[in-house]
């Protein structure tokens, strides 16, 4: 199996890179820098493909990368000052106005 063959990825898998995907190019990441990542993700969560004589057949790995960003954000937020976190708070809600 050449390298990059996503044969051995399910359909859910393959749902879920391009849900990744299109996030970091709402993002700004470049198409091909998405794709990248999103499979990277997926690998990381799942251990690979997990049809038949995919590298991570069968093993549940408990999604470690849908689990990282609440504890980072919140570390980073804790560390800024409430005037700090209004500021980013209003020009959020001005950015969502906006769109």
């Known amino acids: 199996m ?3 063959d ?3 990825y399910t359909d859910k ?3 879920k890179a391009d849900h990744i995907a299109e996030g970091y190019e709402k993002r700004g ?3 091909k820098e998405a794709e ?3 499979w990277a993700t997926v690998n990381k969560d799942d251990g690979g493909g997990k049809k038949e004589g995919g590298s ?3 093993k549940h790995t408990g999604n470690p990368a849908a689990h990282k960003g609440g504890r980072k ?3 980073a937020s804790a560390n800024r000052s409430a005037a ?3 500021a980013s708070a209003k020009k959020a809600a001005r950015a969502r106005a906006h769109q």
Request: charged share 40%.
């Open 13 to 15: 898998q393959e749902r």
């Open 84 to 86: 700090q976190r209004s």
């Open 36 to 38: 990248r990542r999103a």
């Open 29 to 31: 990441v470049s198409e």
């Open 73 to 75: 954000g919140g570390a």
């Open 56 to 58: 991570g057949s069968g």
């Open 6 to 8: 996503k044969s051995k």
């Open 2 to 4: 050449p390298r990059g």
